[in-house]
C-alpha cells in the first residue's frame, strides 16, 4: 500500500476515534453530574439532630480536689487511751505471770486488787485500749466536733492536725458529750488559730446530691471519698428519737467516725457517725448525723452548763407510725400514748394510755417526730397546753416540761445517775489511792494506819510523769502526812497549776521502813 492510501485510511478512521472518545466523555460527565446532584440534594437536607459537646474532663476532680485542700487541714486525727476493766486472765497468759508459783509482791498485789499489776493494770484485771477516731475543728479557738463513742471514757485524748510533724499530738479535754446523738465536743489549748471548717445546712441537701466524707479510716489519716447522699431521715437505732441520719454511700470506715460528710461547697453537712456493715467494713451504707443536730448540740455542750437540756412530759408512744392505732383511739391522726412515766408532767396533768395528742399550744402534731422535736426543744419548768383526744371526745391539759435528762435518767444510763459512789476517787494528780489495811501493813512491815497505797495511774497524767506506779505507797505530800484517801484528797484540792509538788513514797515491793524515795514535778 502506497502513503497517499495509507494516509487516506487513518484520515478515516480518526473521526471515528473523536466521536467514541466524545461520547464517552459525554457519559462520564452525565454520570457525575446525577451523583453530584444526589450528594447536594442529601447535603441541602436540614438536621434536627442536636450538635454533642464534650464538658472538660478536668471540672468534677477539680472540684473534689478543691473541697479536699479546703477541708483536710480542719479534720484531726484522734488517738485516744482507755481502761478496760473486769478482764481477768488466767495465769500463763500474761508476760508478766510466773508459773513457777513464787510471785512474791505481785501475788501480794493482786490478792487485794484481784488482777496482776504493771503498767497494762489497773487493780482489777484490767487492760489499757487504743483507738482512732476523726474529727473536724470548727473553731479556730480548738474547738473540735467528733463522736461521744471515739472518746467515751477516755483517759487520754490526744488529737493530730495535718500540718503537724510525725509523732507530734497534742492532748485535749472534753468539754462536753451528749448521750442521744452520739456526738462530743473537745477542745485543743494552743497558742496559734487553727483552721476551722465551715457549717451548712444539711436541710439543702437531696437525694442524690454528691458529698465527700474525710477523716482517718484504719488510722489513715487525710482520707477523702465520694459519693452521693443516698436517703435521709434514717432512723437506724431503735428508741433514738434525736439520732436521725443522713445515709451515704461514700465509703466510710473504722476510723472514720467524727470526721465530716461535705457538700459541694466544702460545707459541713453531717458527722459521720456509724456504717451498716456484716464485716465491720465499708459496704456502701453509711450514716451522719445532719448538721441541723450538729450545731444545736454544739451550741449547748459549750454554753454554761457543757450539756444538752431537752424537754419532755413523760410520756412514750409507739415508734413506729401505725394508722390503725390512731383510728381505733383518736380521729385518724395524731400520737397515742402508751405509756406515762409515774409522777411525770404528763402524770401530773392527768394524761392516760390511750390519750391521744393532736396539738401543743394550738400548733397541730400528726407524727411522734413532730410532737418530740417541739416538747424537746422548750426548757425545762415551761408550760404548754396539750389538745388530745379521750374516746374521741376533745380535751386540753396544761403541762409543765421537765428535763428530759433526768426524767429517763435510768433508761438512758447516764454515767452520772449510775456512778458507784463506793469505787475510790480519781485526784487530778491522776491517780486513785486507798487506804493502807492492816494486812498490807502487816506484809509491808509498815505502822498501821499509815499511808495510801496507788491503784492505778492515769497515762498521761502528773503522777505518770513522775513515775509514781500502781502499788506505790504514798506517806506525804508537801511534808503533809497522808493516811487516808480523804486526807490526800484534801491536800491535792489546795495545790494548784505552777506549784511544786514533792511525794514521798515508799516504792513497790519494797518491805524495808527506811526504803522510801522522793518523787518531784510542777502541777501542770
Known sequence: MDSGAMWMRIKAHRWAYTLSILATLSVGILIGTVISYGVKGK?????????????????????????????EPSVVNINTESTIKNVHRRRGQNPDDDDSGGGGMDD??????????????????????RSLGSGVIVDPKGYIVTNRHVVEKADRIRVRFEDDPPGVQHDAKVVGTDQETDL??????????????KMGNSDSMQVGDWVLAVGSP????????????????????????????????????????GGPLVNMNGEVIGINTAILSETNAYAGVGFALPSKTVVDVYNQLTGPEHRVSRGSIGIQFDAVENPAITRVYGAGSGVTVSSVVAGSPADQAGLKVGDTITSVDSHKVSK?????????????????TLGFLRNGKPQEASVTIADRAKLFAARLGDDQENGDESAPKQSKFGVTVRKVTPEMADRLDMPV???????????????????????????????????SEEEFA??????????DVVFLVRSRGSTRQDGTIFLAGTLP
Open 43 to 71: 447535603e441541602g437536607q436540614k438536621s434536627d439532630a442536636t450538635p454533642l459537646t464534650l464538658p472538660s474532663p478536668q471540672q468534677m476532680s477539680n472540684t473534689f480536689s478543691q473541697i479536699a485542700k479546703q477541708l
Open 108 to 129: 501480794f498485789f493482786n490478792h487485794f486488787f484481784g488482777g496482776p499489776g504493771g503498767q497494762g493494770g489497773s487493780g482489777d484485771g484490767a487492760i489499757r485500749e
Open 184 to 197: 462530743a465536743v473537745i477542745k485543743v489549748d494552743l497558742d496559734r488559730a487553727l483552721p476551722a471548717a
Open 218 to 257: 484504719f488510722g489513715l489519716s487525710e482520707t477523702v471519698t465520694a459519693g452521693i447522699v443516698s436517703a435521709k431521715g434514717r432512723d437506724i437505732v431503735p428508741g433514738r428519737q434525736f439520732q436521725t441520719f443522713i445515709q451515704t454511700d461514700a465509703a466510710i470506715n473504722p476510723g472514720n467516725s
Open 368 to 384: 411522734g417526730t413532730e410532737l418530740v422535736a417541739d416538747i424537746a426543744s422548750r426548757k425545762p419548768g415551761s408550760k404548754v
Open 449 to 483: 494506819g499509815k499511808g495510801v497505797i496507788v491503784q492505778d495511774v492515769k497515762p498521761g497524767s502528773f503522777a505518770e510523769d513522775v513515775n509514781l506506779g500502781r502499788g506505790d505507797i504514798v506517806l506525804e505530800v508537801n511534808k503533809q502526812a497522808v493516811n
Open 490 to 499: 484534801k491536800i491535792e484540792s489546795s495545790l494548784k497549776s505552777g506549784q
